[in-house]
Protein backbone atom coordinates (compact mmCIF):
# COMPACT_ATOMS: atom_id res chain seq x y z
CA UNK A 1 0.00 0.00 0.00
CA UNK A 2 1.05 3.22 -1.14
CA UNK A 3 1.64 6.00 1.97
CA UNK A 4 1.22 9.66 0.98
CA UNK A 5 3.32 11.78 3.12
CA UNK A 6 4.58 15.59 2.61
CA UNK A 7 8.53 16.19 1.25
CA UNK A 8 9.61 17.38 4.31
CA UNK A 9 9.03 14.18 6.32
CA UNK A 10 10.80 12.07 3.66
CA UNK A 11 14.06 11.75 5.60
CA UNK A 12 12.09 10.00 8.31
CA UNK A 13 10.95 7.21 6.57
CA UNK A 14 13.51 6.30 4.95
CA UNK A 15 13.87 2.42 5.87
CA UNK A 16 16.99 1.53 4.12
CA UNK A 17 19.87 2.35 6.96
CA UNK A 18 21.19 -0.80 8.33
CA UNK A 19 21.15 0.72 11.44
CA UNK A 20 19.82 2.56 14.65
CA UNK A 21 18.40 6.04 13.21
CA UNK A 22 16.92 8.64 15.21
CA UNK A 23 14.58 11.50 14.29
CA UNK A 24 13.68 14.57 16.49
CA UNK A 25 10.36 16.43 15.06
CA UNK A 26 10.46 20.17 16.43
CA UNK A 27 7.18 20.14 15.19
CA UNK A 28 4.28 23.65 15.61
CA UNK A 29 0.64 23.11 15.87
CA UNK A 30 -1.20 22.15 11.98
CA UNK A 31 2.22 20.85 10.68
CA UNK A 32 0.52 17.17 10.28
CA UNK A 33 2.84 15.89 12.90
CA UNK A 34 0.28 13.42 14.03
CA UNK A 35 -0.76 12.12 10.67
CA UNK A 36 2.62 11.42 9.40
CA UNK A 37 3.42 9.83 13.00
CA UNK A 38 0.32 6.98 12.48
CA UNK A 39 1.76 6.42 8.99
CA UNK A 40 4.99 5.31 9.82
CA UNK A 41 3.65 3.12 12.39
CA UNK A 42 1.89 0.89 9.75
CA UNK A 43 5.10 0.88 7.56
CA UNK A 44 7.66 -0.30 11.25
CA UNK A 45 4.52 -3.04 12.21
CA UNK A 46 4.26 -4.45 8.53
CA UNK A 47 7.80 -4.54 7.45
CA UNK A 48 9.03 -5.85 10.66
CA UNK A 49 6.38 -8.65 11.62
CA UNK A 50 9.05 -9.81 14.20
CA UNK A 51 9.52 -6.89 16.14
CA UNK A 52 6.99 -5.05 18.43
CA UNK A 53 6.25 -0.78 18.18
CA UNK A 54 6.81 1.04 20.91
CA UNK A 55 5.11 4.25 21.92
CA UNK A 56 6.03 6.78 24.91
CA UNK A 57 3.53 8.87 26.58
CA UNK A 58 3.87 10.98 29.71
CA UNK A 59 1.18 9.48 31.02
CA UNK A 60 -0.89 6.06 30.85
CA UNK A 61 -4.14 7.83 30.99
CA UNK A 62 -3.38 9.28 28.08
CA UNK A 63 -2.40 6.17 26.23
CA UNK A 64 -5.58 5.79 23.86
CA UNK A 65 -4.80 9.14 22.58
CA UNK A 66 -2.15 11.08 20.77
CA UNK A 67 -0.07 8.59 18.34
CA UNK A 68 -2.62 5.49 19.05
CA UNK A 69 -5.95 7.12 17.93
CA UNK A 70 -3.81 8.94 14.24
CA UNK A 71 -2.89 5.46 13.67
CA UNK A 72 -6.52 4.48 14.41
CA UNK A 73 -7.94 7.11 12.22
CA UNK A 74 -5.70 6.17 9.58
CA UNK A 75 -6.56 2.69 9.02
CA UNK A 76 -10.13 3.88 8.80
CA UNK A 77 -9.42 6.03 6.82
CA UNK A 78 -7.72 3.22 4.38
CA UNK A 79 -10.73 0.67 5.22
CA UNK A 80 -8.57 -1.71 7.76
CA UNK A 81 -9.88 -1.00 10.85
CA UNK A 82 -11.70 -4.22 10.59
CA UNK A 83 -8.60 -6.30 10.68
CA UNK A 84 -7.01 -5.00 14.06
CA UNK A 85 -7.83 -5.34 17.63
CA UNK A 86 -7.69 -2.31 19.74
CA UNK A 87 -7.31 -2.06 23.50
CA UNK A 88 -6.55 0.84 25.91
CA UNK A 89 -2.81 0.23 25.59
CA UNK A 90 -2.54 -1.47 22.94
CA UNK A 91 -2.87 -2.63 19.44
CA UNK A 92 -2.53 -5.72 16.97
CA UNK A 93 -3.14 -7.21 13.42
CA UNK A 94 -5.65 -10.21 13.62
CA UNK A 95 -3.29 -13.29 12.88
CA UNK A 96 -0.05 -11.66 13.70
CA UNK A 97 2.70 -11.71 16.81
CA UNK A 98 3.92 -8.71 17.01
CA UNK A 99 1.77 -5.57 18.31
CA UNK A 100 2.04 -1.71 18.90
CA UNK A 101 1.99 -0.65 22.79
CA UNK A 102 1.67 2.59 24.55
CA UNK A 103 4.54 2.65 27.56
CA UNK A 104 4.30 5.36 30.31
CA UNK A 105 7.78 6.95 30.65
CA UNK A 106 7.29 9.29 33.79
CA UNK A 107 5.42 9.51 36.95
CA UNK A 108 3.74 12.39 38.79
CA UNK A 109 6.68 12.99 40.68
CA UNK A 110 8.78 15.23 39.60
CA UNK A 111 12.43 14.02 40.66
CA UNK A 112 11.50 10.42 39.70
CA UNK A 113 13.89 9.58 36.45
CA UNK A 114 13.94 6.37 36.51
CA UNK A 115 9.95 5.64 35.07
CA UNK A 116 11.20 3.12 32.80
CA UNK A 117 14.39 1.61 34.22
CA UNK A 118 11.78 -1.60 35.25
CA UNK A 119 9.81 -1.96 32.23
CA UNK A 120 10.04 -5.41 30.44
CA UNK A 121 8.83 -5.90 26.71
CA UNK A 122 7.66 -9.06 25.30
CA UNK A 123 9.60 -8.55 22.39
CA UNK A 124 12.27 -6.05 21.04
CA UNK A 125 11.63 -3.50 19.35
CA UNK A 126 11.72 -2.07 15.49
CA UNK A 127 10.25 1.92 16.49
CA UNK A 128 9.80 3.76 19.61
CA UNK A 129 7.91 6.84 18.72
CA UNK A 130 7.09 9.28 21.58
CA UNK A 131 4.54 12.50 20.63
CA UNK A 132 4.52 15.63 22.86
CA UNK A 133 8.03 15.18 24.50
CA UNK A 134 7.89 18.44 25.97
CA UNK A 135 5.13 17.19 28.42
CA UNK A 136 7.79 15.43 30.27
CA UNK A 137 8.96 16.88 33.43
CA UNK A 138 12.61 17.75 32.25
CA UNK A 139 15.47 16.02 30.38
CA UNK A 140 16.38 13.55 32.41
CA UNK A 141 13.48 11.51 31.98
CA UNK A 142 13.95 11.67 28.40
CA UNK A 143 17.32 10.38 28.62
CA UNK A 144 16.61 7.67 30.71
CA UNK A 145 13.33 6.36 28.71
CA UNK A 146 15.81 6.78 25.40
CA UNK A 147 18.86 4.19 27.24
CA UNK A 148 15.45 1.48 28.32
CA UNK A 149 14.20 1.52 25.20
CA UNK A 150 17.57 1.46 22.47
CA UNK A 151 18.58 -1.32 24.46
CA UNK A 152 15.83 -3.25 22.58
CA UNK A 153 16.56 -2.26 19.27
CA UNK A 154 17.64 -5.34 17.55
CA UNK A 155 16.28 -5.23 14.38
CA UNK A 156 18.64 -4.91 11.03
CA UNK A 157 16.98 -1.10 11.04
CA UNK A 158 14.89 0.77 13.66
CA UNK A 159 14.28 4.26 15.03
CA UNK A 160 13.71 6.64 17.22
CA UNK A 161 11.52 9.78 16.49
CA UNK A 162 10.82 12.35 19.24
CA UNK A 163 8.14 14.18 17.95
CA UNK A 164 7.40 17.79 20.22
CA UNK A 165 5.39 20.79 19.73
CA UNK A 166 7.24 23.77 20.55
CA UNK A 167 6.57 25.80 24.25
CA UNK A 168 7.50 28.33 26.03
CA UNK A 169 7.10 26.57 29.46
CA UNK A 170 9.25 23.76 28.34
CA UNK A 171 12.25 25.42 28.02
CA UNK A 172 14.48 22.45 28.46
CA UNK A 173 12.96 21.11 25.22
CA UNK A 174 13.74 23.92 23.08
CA UNK A 175 17.85 23.68 24.15
CA UNK A 176 17.12 19.83 23.89
CA UNK A 177 16.19 20.49 20.10
CA UNK A 178 19.48 23.26 19.73
CA UNK A 179 21.76 20.15 20.92
CA UNK A 180 20.80 17.80 18.40
CA UNK A 181 20.52 19.84 15.66
CA UNK A 182 24.34 19.91 15.84
CA UNK A 183 24.59 16.30 16.66
CA UNK A 184 25.37 14.13 13.08
CA UNK A 185 23.44 11.28 14.77
CA UNK A 186 20.56 12.97 14.70
CA UNK A 187 17.92 13.72 12.08
CA UNK A 188 16.27 16.68 13.06
CA UNK A 189 13.16 18.16 10.82
CA UNK A 190 11.51 21.77 11.58
CA UNK A 191 7.77 21.69 9.85
CA UNK A 192 5.47 24.05 9.29
CA UNK A 193 1.77 24.54 8.18
CA UNK A 194 3.49 25.82 4.97
CA UNK A 195 4.71 22.06 4.24
CA UNK A 196 1.13 20.86 3.85
CA UNK A 197 -0.96 23.38 3.15
CA UNK A 198 -2.56 21.92 0.47
CA UNK A 199 -3.98 19.57 2.74
CA UNK A 200 -5.54 21.89 5.49
CA UNK A 201 -8.83 23.00 5.13
CA UNK A 202 -9.57 26.77 4.15
CA UNK A 203 -11.68 27.40 7.80
CA UNK A 204 -8.12 26.82 8.90
CA UNK A 205 -6.14 28.48 7.01
CA UNK A 206 -7.81 32.00 7.36
CA UNK A 207 -7.49 31.81 11.49
CA UNK A 208 -4.13 31.35 11.11
CA UNK A 209 -4.09 34.27 8.53
CA UNK A 210 -6.23 36.63 11.22
CA UNK A 211 -3.95 35.01 13.80
CA UNK A 212 -0.81 36.23 11.66
CA UNK A 213 -1.70 40.15 10.93
CA UNK A 214 -3.26 40.26 14.54
CA UNK A 215 -1.22 38.83 17.47
CA UNK A 216 1.88 37.84 15.47
CA UNK A 217 3.81 36.67 18.65
CA UNK A 218 0.99 34.20 19.09
CA UNK A 219 1.59 32.95 15.14
CA UNK A 220 5.57 32.74 15.31
CA UNK A 221 5.42 30.83 18.60
CA UNK A 222 2.23 28.70 17.94
CA UNK A 223 2.72 27.87 13.88
CA UNK A 224 6.05 28.39 13.47
CA UNK A 225 7.86 27.12 16.51
CA UNK A 226 9.97 30.32 16.08
CA UNK A 227 10.47 30.96 20.01
CA UNK A 228 13.05 33.52 19.26
CA UNK A 229 10.51 35.85 17.71
CA UNK A 230 7.86 35.36 19.98
CA UNK A 231 10.48 36.67 22.80
CA UNK A 232 11.50 34.75 25.62
CA UNK A 233 12.02 38.41 27.27
CA UNK A 234 8.42 38.69 27.35
CA UNK A 235 7.43 38.18 31.43
CA UNK A 236 4.03 36.22 30.92
CA UNK A 237 5.83 34.49 27.56
CA UNK A 238 3.39 31.56 29.07
CA UNK A 239 0.25 33.39 28.12
CA UNK A 240 -1.56 32.72 24.89
CA UNK A 241 -4.79 34.42 24.84
CA UNK A 242 -6.62 32.44 22.66
CA UNK A 243 -6.28 29.88 25.23
CA UNK A 244 -5.61 32.14 28.36
CA UNK A 245 -8.82 34.52 27.74
CA UNK A 246 -11.71 32.90 27.82
CA UNK A 247 -15.32 34.64 27.26
CA UNK A 248 -17.52 34.04 30.13
CA UNK A 249 -20.06 32.65 27.58
CA UNK A 250 -17.53 29.56 26.82
CA UNK A 251 -17.64 29.06 31.49
CA UNK A 252 -21.43 29.26 31.41
CA UNK A 253 -22.04 26.84 28.74
CA UNK A 254 -19.84 24.28 30.59
CA UNK A 255 -21.24 21.43 32.08
CA UNK A 256 -20.65 22.34 36.00
CA UNK A 257 -18.76 19.72 38.37
CA UNK A 258 -17.88 19.92 41.58
CA UNK A 259 -14.16 20.91 41.50
CA UNK A 260 -15.53 24.04 39.69
CA UNK A 261 -17.31 25.43 42.81
CA UNK A 262 -15.79 28.67 44.28
CA UNK A 263 -13.67 28.22 47.30
CA UNK A 264 -12.68 31.61 47.96
CA UNK A 265 -12.36 34.87 45.97
CA UNK A 266 -8.97 36.70 46.12
CA UNK A 267 -8.89 40.78 45.68
CA UNK A 268 -5.68 42.26 44.73
CA UNK A 269 -5.25 45.65 44.79
CA UNK A 270 -2.50 47.98 43.50
CA UNK A 271 -2.40 51.46 44.32
CA UNK A 272 0.10 52.66 42.76
CA UNK A 273 0.25 56.76 43.84
CA UNK A 274 3.89 57.36 41.95
CA UNK A 275 2.25 55.59 38.57
CA UNK A 276 -1.36 57.56 39.20
CA UNK A 277 -3.54 54.23 39.01
CA UNK A 278 -5.72 52.51 40.65
CA UNK A 279 -6.06 48.45 40.00
CA UNK A 280 -7.72 45.53 41.10
CA UNK A 281 -8.21 41.50 40.11
CA UNK A 282 -10.62 39.31 41.69
CA UNK A 283 -9.44 35.49 41.64
CA UNK A 284 -12.03 33.29 42.04
CA UNK A 285 -10.59 29.99 43.54
CA UNK A 286 -12.61 27.12 42.35
CA UNK A 287 -12.48 24.39 44.88
CA UNK A 288 -9.96 22.30 42.79
CA UNK A 289 -7.94 24.98 42.88
CA UNK A 290 -8.03 26.63 39.75
CA UNK A 291 -8.25 30.30 39.12
CA UNK A 292 -10.32 32.52 37.04
CA UNK A 293 -10.13 36.23 37.02
CA UNK A 294 -13.04 37.77 36.37
CA UNK A 295 -14.29 41.32 36.67
CA UNK A 296 -11.04 43.80 36.99
CA UNK A 297 -10.89 47.43 38.23
CA UNK A 298 -8.41 50.19 36.70
CA UNK A 299 -8.53 53.92 37.25
CA UNK A 300 -6.40 55.92 35.55
CA UNK A 301 -5.62 58.87 37.98
CA UNK A 302 -4.49 60.92 35.04
CA UNK A 303 -7.22 60.88 33.00
CA UNK A 304 -9.10 62.72 35.52
CA UNK A 305 -9.85 66.34 36.15
CA UNK A 306 -8.29 65.69 39.71
CA UNK A 307 -6.17 62.98 41.33
CA UNK A 308 -9.09 61.35 43.94
CA UNK A 309 -7.53 61.61 47.46
CA UNK A 310 -6.90 58.49 49.03
CA UNK A 311 -10.38 58.21 51.07
CA UNK A 312 -11.65 58.70 47.51
CA UNK A 313 -9.53 55.98 46.11
CA UNK A 314 -10.83 53.42 48.82
CA UNK A 315 -14.08 54.60 48.59
CA UNK A 316 -13.59 53.33 44.52
CA UNK A 317 -12.34 50.34 45.79
CA UNK A 318 -15.16 49.69 48.13
CA UNK A 319 -17.41 49.82 45.42
CA UNK A 320 -15.67 47.26 43.43
CA UNK A 321 -15.90 44.69 46.53
CA UNK A 322 -19.83 45.68 46.47
CA UNK A 323 -20.00 44.96 42.92
CA UNK A 324 -18.30 41.32 43.03
CA UNK A 325 -20.10 40.39 46.32
CA UNK A 326 -23.25 41.37 44.71
CA UNK A 327 -22.72 39.26 41.66
CA UNK A 328 -20.30 36.17 42.70
CA UNK A 329 -21.31 36.41 46.94
CA UNK A 330 -24.52 37.48 47.64
CA UNK A 331 -25.13 35.30 50.49
CA UNK A 332 -21.69 36.23 51.93
CA UNK A 333 -21.03 32.72 52.10
CA UNK A 334 -17.53 32.19 50.29
CA UNK A 335 -14.52 33.69 52.61
CA UNK A 336 -13.48 36.99 50.44
CA UNK A 337 -9.13 38.19 50.85
CA UNK A 338 -8.34 42.13 50.14
CA UNK A 339 -4.45 41.93 49.46
CA UNK A 340 -3.19 45.04 49.60
CA UNK A 341 -0.01 46.56 48.27
CA UNK A 342 2.08 47.08 51.61
CA UNK A 343 4.05 49.84 50.09
CA UNK A 344 0.69 52.29 50.28
CA UNK A 345 -1.25 53.75 52.87
CA UNK A 346 -4.66 51.90 51.49
CA UNK A 347 -4.64 49.02 53.57
CA UNK A 348 -4.48 51.38 56.55
CA UNK A 349 -7.21 54.13 55.60
CA UNK A 350 -9.18 50.22 54.52
CA UNK A 351 -8.87 49.03 57.73
CA UNK A 352 -10.32 52.11 59.35
CA UNK A 353 -13.33 52.24 56.91
CA UNK A 354 -14.02 48.08 57.90
CA UNK A 355 -13.96 49.26 61.71
CA UNK A 356 -16.14 52.67 61.06
CA UNK A 357 -18.47 51.71 58.07
CA UNK A 358 -22.20 51.30 59.23
CA UNK A 359 -22.74 48.99 56.00
CA UNK A 360 -21.86 46.04 57.79
CA UNK A 361 -22.72 43.74 55.09
CA UNK A 362 -20.42 44.42 53.07
CA UNK A 363 -17.51 43.36 55.17
CA UNK A 364 -19.31 39.73 56.47
CA UNK A 365 -16.53 36.98 55.31
CA UNK A 366 -14.18 39.27 54.38
CA UNK A 367 -10.62 39.70 55.48
CA UNK A 368 -7.68 42.76 54.46
CA UNK A 369 -4.23 41.29 53.80
CA UNK A 370 -0.94 43.55 53.71
CA UNK A 371 0.68 42.06 50.72
CA UNK A 372 4.28 41.74 52.54
CA UNK A 373 6.03 39.26 50.70
CA UNK A 374 7.72 41.39 47.65
CA UNK A 375 11.00 40.53 47.74
CA UNK A 376 12.50 38.61 44.34
CA UNK A 377 9.64 40.20 42.47
CA UNK A 378 10.83 38.64 38.97
CA UNK A 379 10.38 35.00 41.03
CA UNK A 380 6.83 35.56 41.55
CA UNK A 381 5.76 36.89 38.33
CA UNK A 382 7.49 33.85 36.76
CA UNK A 383 5.72 31.40 39.03
CA UNK A 384 2.48 33.56 37.93
CA UNK A 385 3.36 32.89 34.46
CA UNK A 386 3.98 29.06 35.13
CA UNK A 387 0.08 29.41 36.25
CA UNK A 388 -0.89 30.26 32.78
CA UNK A 389 1.60 27.26 31.84
CA UNK A 390 -0.14 24.55 33.75
CA UNK A 391 -3.36 25.64 32.83
CA UNK A 392 -4.54 26.36 36.34
CA UNK A 393 -5.37 30.47 35.67
CA UNK A 394 -7.40 31.81 33.43
CA UNK A 395 -8.56 35.55 32.97
CA UNK A 396 -11.84 35.92 31.78
CA UNK A 397 -13.70 38.01 29.11
CA UNK A 398 -16.19 39.92 30.80
CA UNK A 399 -16.53 43.07 28.49
CA UNK A 400 -20.32 41.91 27.66
CA UNK A 401 -21.64 41.61 31.16
CA UNK A 402 -19.34 44.17 32.71
CA UNK A 403 -18.34 47.68 30.95
CA UNK A 404 -17.38 49.43 33.85
CA UNK A 405 -14.93 46.32 35.22
CA UNK A 406 -13.09 44.89 32.43
CA UNK A 407 -9.85 42.70 31.74
CA UNK A 408 -9.04 44.61 28.48
CA UNK A 409 -5.95 46.66 30.48
CA UNK A 410 -4.61 43.26 32.29
CA UNK A 411 -4.31 41.30 29.38
CA UNK A 412 -2.71 44.44 27.57
CA UNK A 413 -0.09 44.79 30.67
CA UNK A 414 -0.14 41.36 30.47
CA UNK A 415 1.22 41.16 26.75
CA UNK A 416 3.35 44.60 27.06
CA UNK A 417 5.08 43.55 30.30
CA UNK A 418 9.27 42.57 29.54
CA UNK A 419 12.29 41.65 31.40
CA UNK A 420 15.24 44.07 30.55
CA UNK A 421 18.61 42.15 30.07
CA UNK A 422 19.27 42.06 33.76
CA UNK A 423 16.36 40.28 33.84
CA UNK A 424 14.46 43.38 35.57
CA UNK A 425 10.68 44.64 34.82
CA UNK A 426 11.37 47.15 32.54
CA UNK A 427 9.99 50.10 34.90
CA UNK A 428 8.80 51.99 31.41
CA UNK A 429 6.06 50.12 31.17
CA UNK A 430 2.55 50.22 33.22
CA UNK A 431 2.17 46.78 35.29
CA UNK A 432 -0.77 48.12 37.68
CA UNK A 433 -2.69 45.53 36.78
CA UNK A 434 -0.29 42.45 36.61
CA UNK A 435 0.84 43.67 39.72
CA UNK A 436 -2.74 43.44 41.17
CA UNK A 437 -3.04 40.14 39.76
CA UNK A 438 0.71 38.79 41.32
CA UNK A 439 -0.91 39.91 45.13
CA UNK A 440 -4.34 37.55 43.97
CA UNK A 441 -2.46 34.85 42.40
CA UNK A 442 0.45 34.49 45.21
CA UNK A 443 -1.90 34.37 48.05
CA UNK A 444 -3.23 31.21 46.70
CA UNK A 445 0.21 29.97 45.23
CA UNK A 446 2.27 30.87 48.11
CA UNK A 447 0.96 28.01 51.13
CA UNK A 448 -2.18 26.15 48.85
CA UNK A 449 -2.19 23.86 51.50
CA UNK A 450 -3.13 25.74 54.27
CA UNK A 451 -6.42 27.25 52.44
CA UNK A 452 -7.73 23.82 52.47
CA UNK A 453 -8.72 23.01 48.40
CA UNK A 454 -10.63 19.76 49.15
CA UNK A 455 -8.51 17.98 46.42
CA UNK A 456 -5.43 19.24 47.57
CA UNK A 457 -5.94 18.35 51.31
CA UNK A 458 -6.10 15.14 50.13
CA UNK A 459 -3.12 14.84 48.82
CA UNK A 460 -1.55 16.46 51.34
CA UNK A 461 -3.09 14.34 54.08
CA UNK A 462 -1.48 11.46 52.30
CA UNK A 463 1.79 13.03 51.68
CA UNK A 464 4.67 11.53 53.96
CA UNK A 465 7.38 13.63 52.10
CA UNK A 466 9.72 15.81 54.15
CA UNK A 467 8.03 18.67 52.96
CA UNK A 468 4.98 18.13 54.11
CA UNK A 469 5.76 16.63 57.36
CA UNK A 470 7.85 20.07 58.53
CA UNK A 471 4.51 21.69 57.58
CA UNK A 472 2.34 19.45 59.54
CA UNK A 473 4.73 19.83 62.34
CA UNK A 474 4.74 23.55 62.46
CA UNK A 475 1.19 23.76 62.21
CA UNK A 476 0.19 20.91 64.88
CA UNK A 477 -1.23 18.84 62.44
CA UNK A 478 0.93 15.97 63.53
Not at 142 to 154: E, G, P
Not at 255 to 267: A, F, R, Y
Not at 375 to 384: A, C, P, R, S
Not at 453 to 466: C, K, L, Q, S
Request: aromatic letters at 10%; hydrophobic letters at 40%; proline letters at 4%.
Amino acid sequence: MKVEIADVYEPAFDMSTPKCCKNLWYAPRACGKSSALGRILWLYYINFPDYDVAIGVDSLTNAGDGVLSEFQSFLESENLADDWIFSAKSCYMKGARNQIRSYAVQTNKLDNVNATKSKKLIRPVSLFVMDEVQKLHNKGILDNCLSTFLRQMKAGHSKVILAGNPDRAAMWFDDYYKVKSEDDEWTVIKPTYLDIIAWLPDALIHEIEMMRKTDPVSYAQIYLGDLDVAGWEQTFHSFIEREHYIPREELLAAPQKTGDMLHSIVIGIDDAESKDAVAGESVMVQRNGMMKVNEGLYISCKELPVKPALTERCAIVAEYLDYIQAHFNPERAIPIIMVFDCASGMYRQMAVMKRTDRNFMRWRNVLLKPYTTKGEKEEQLDEVNTAFANGILQVVNVDRYSPKYSNAMLVKQIKALRYLDNKKIDPTIPNDCTDALQYAVMTVLANPYRLSFPERRAIYDADNGAEAFLEKLKYGEL
